[in-house]
């Protein structure tokens, strides 16, 4: 059984930082890219950022680029999400996921390309 558990969600103000983890049990870590996805209310899941298998090739939504940095640990079975200069429009819940196929590439960007999601942490930013 595939599980994956999101941490480091919370409170903080606008200008803060915040460093989400996403441990995965119970799937070959190290074959699969990762994603990082988030929902604020009354909208869609939308991406955020995503990691390849081998952690070298990473791509990130506009909104996000230059403030945040996804990075991976295969041998601690862990994705991270780096968030820094944090803006109240960053408020929503963030979810990790695991993409469908082995190997896949950065373009994978979209909900359905990934199977496998965590129960999401809750990131508020205040201004």
């Known amino acids: 059984q595939v599980q994956l558990v999101e941490s480091g969600g919370g409170l903080v103000q606008a200008g803060g930082s915040l460093r989400l983890s996403c441990v995965v049990s119970?799937?070959?870590?190290?074959?699969?890219?990762m994603g990082w996805f988030r929902q604020a209310p009354g909208k869609e899941r939308e991406f955020v950022a995503v990691?390849?298998?081998?952690?070298?090739?990473?791509r990130y939504a506009d909104s996000v680029k230059g403030r945040f940095t996804i990075s991976r640990d295969n041998a601690k079975n862990t994705v991270y999400l780096q968030m820094n200069s944090l803006k109240s429009e960053d408020t929503a819940v963030y979810y990790c996921?695991?993409?469908?196929?082995?190997?896949?590439?950065?373009?994978?960007?979209?909900?359905?390309?990934?199977?496998?999601w965590g129960q999401g942490t809750q990131v508020t930013v205040s201004s």
């Open positions: 990691i390849n298998w081998s952690g070298t090739s990473t």
């Open positions: 119970g799937r070959t870590f190290s074959s699969y890219g």
């Open positions: 996921a695991v993409q469908k196929q082995t190997y896949g590439s950065t373009w994978l960007q979209a909900p359905n390309e990934y199977d496998y």
